[in-house]
């Protein structure tokens, strides 16, 4: 009904909950008449076994992640690694900055909204992450799905623009496609991440600097030999900035802003 209607994707509400022979009917029953509808599982407090069966056996597309809820250093090195393994394997976890599960990120910050924003696009998986409604407007609402808040629209502080650098990174640079790889490298104590995302058919590589905190400035720090990329000069594909990463004793050290977030490339 729907689909002839021209819905042409469905998020599953607690989908974990629903039997999954249920879904492997609904679905094989959708694709037979529309072939490339989406089904997108919030399985968001279920069993992760139970996502990997309902995107593996199900064949439901994507699943979300629960990146967002996981807000320091040893929280999110806990969970993205398991979070890139599903990925790869089952079916692709989209990272969400906020949801309505949670306060909007504004309401902490504009800061820290942009930071977790530009966190979840580029830790993604073939370019696919999430932008809910409000978000790049710097909306301070909670959403209320039976309800209206404010979407801030119109906002002449924002990220509009923003996000729409981080489209065009995640659309045309090879290290965000399908078949690239990606792993945590930070070392140190700092409150910071490193992702490098490597691409070995497309020769492309980026690294990815976060200062997960939006009050005080950070460094972070990698061991040369975990990263494709030595040191140099680099492009901030985001500002388009000069960055130059400099070696002392087998590490590389690059000072972070408060809520920094950088993509680093040896090429414009």
Not at 41 to 53: Q, S
Not at 92 to 115: C, F, G, K, V, W
Request: proline share 4%; with cysteine; hydrophobic share 40%.
């Amino acid at each position: 009904h729907w689909c002839r209607n021209g819905v042409d994707g469905f998020r599953c509400d607690a989908g974990y909950m629903v039997p999954p022979a249920v879904w492997k009917y609904i679905v094989a029953r959708v694709r037979d008449e529309f072939p490339d509808t989406v089904f997108l599982l919030e399985g968001l407090g279920g069993r992760i076994a139970t996502m990997e069966d309902l995107l593996a056996d199900a064949t439901l597309d994507w699943a979300y992640s629960e990146l967002f809820q996981n807000y320091d250093r040893d929280q999110v090195s806990a969970y993205l690694p398991g979070c890139i393994r599903t990925s790869l394997t089952k079916g692709l976890q989209i990272h969400y900055a906020e949801t309505h599960d949670n306060n909007r990120l504004t309401a902490r910050s504009p800061a820290y909204a942009r930071m977790r924003t530009s966190f979840s696009a580029l830790c993604s998986h073939n370019g696919a992450f999430g932008i809910t409604n409000g978000v790049e407007w710097f909306a301070d609402e909670k959403v209320d799905v039976h309800g209206a808040p404010s979407l801030n629209w119109g906002n002449s502080d924002n990220q509009v623009e923003h996000t729409a650098i981080l489209n065009a990174i995640l659309e045309t640079h090879a290290a965000f496609r399908h078949g690239a790889q990606v792993r945590l490298i930070q070392r140190g104590t700092h409150n910071s991440l490193v992702v490098v995302r490597e691409h070995p058919s497309e020769n492309a590589a980026v690294l990815v600097l976060v200062n997960l905190n939006e009050a005080r400035g950070s460094h972070a720090m990698w061991a040369v030999s975990d990263s494709p990329l030595g040191p140099g000069a680099f492009y901030d594909l985001i500002t388009g900035k000069p960055v130059h990463l400099r070696m002392e004793h087998g590490h590389i050290s690059h000072a972070l802003a408060p809520a920094e977030v950088l993509c680093l490339s040896p090429h414009v």
